[in-house]
T-cell receptor, first 112, second 112 residues
Framework: DAGVIQSPRHEVTEMGQEVTLRCKPI?????LFWYRQTMMRGLELLIY????????DSGMPEDRFSAKMPNASFSTLKIQPSEPRDSAVYFC??????????FGPGTRLLVL | GDSVTQMEGPVTLSEEAFLTINCTYT??????LFWYVQYPGEGLQLLLK?????DKGSNKGFEATYRKETTSFHLEKGSVQVSDSAVYFC???????????FGKGTTLSVSS
């Protein structure tokens, strides 16, 4: 299996622009997680899905962030409008049973 | 709520030195415990795990024992290599067993 696939790997954008991050989980995994990693706050869980349904979005920082999972093989995390404080590495992870998670390589986002 | 506390880094060692990275947790019930490793520019990878008290997880020469009496899950390796240089995260499963709570990570740097 190719593992969790994320795109783009790097994104540079200007404040106010819309940013869309994409994730393809490992086939057969029922859980999908979005994390944000920064030096100041470490690794934060933003939202997770079970069977394409959002279960817990309490980590989503504010209404500018939204996540969708239209089918079992694709998820997006959108930031609109983006702000410089959103600069971080965003990871997607998938899991067959939630606890043992398999991480993608991450998307490094820089908002200028 | 549930939480994980790791020793702060960075930890700097010479090759073949003994490694200990401390991890303690606060949780209700009996969560599963994990160590993940993140190499530069990559996502997190599961290193080892333990699912009940007194279990020992091991992988690639690393070990950690689930100590319920001290609520700890310290990571050890008898002889580190330069290739072990990475960030190590301790984590526990939440009560529902549906997500992970990560510590802030400990950076290990091994020199030859």
């Amino acid at each position: 299996d190719a593992g969790v696939i994320q795109s783009p790997r790097h994104e540079v954008t200007e404040m106010g622009q819309e940013v869309t991050l994409r994730c393809k989980p490992i086939s057969g995994h029922d859980y999908l997680f979005w994390y944000r990693q920064t030096m100041m706050r470490g690794l934060e869980l933003l939202i997770y899905f079970n069977n394409n349904v959002p279960i817990d979005d309490s980590g989503m920082p504010e209404d500018r962030f939204s996540a969708k999972m239209p089918n079992a093989s694709f998820s997006t995390l959108k930031i609109q409008p983006s702000e410089p404080r959103d600069s971080a590495v965003y990871f997607c992870a998938s899991s067959p049973r939630a606890e043992t998670q398999y991480f993608g390589p991450g998307t490094r986002l820089l908002v200028l | 709520g549930d939480s994980v506390t790791q020793m702060e880094g960075p930890v700097t060692l010479s090759e073949e030195a003994f490694l200990t990275i401390n991890c303690t947790y606060t949780a209700t019930g009996y969560p599963s415990l994990f160590w993940y490793v993140q190499y530069p520019g990559e996502g997190l990878q599961l290193l080892l795990k333990a699912t009940k008290a007194d279990d020992k997880g091991s992988n690639k020469g690393f070990e950690a024992t689930y100590r319920k009496e001290t609520t700890s899950f310290h990571l050890e390796k008898g002889s580190v290599q330069v290739s072990d240089s990475a960030v190590y995260f301790c984590a526990l499963g939440n009560q529902a067993g549906t997500a992970l709570i990560f510590g802030k990570g400990t950076t290990l740097s091994v020199s030859s």
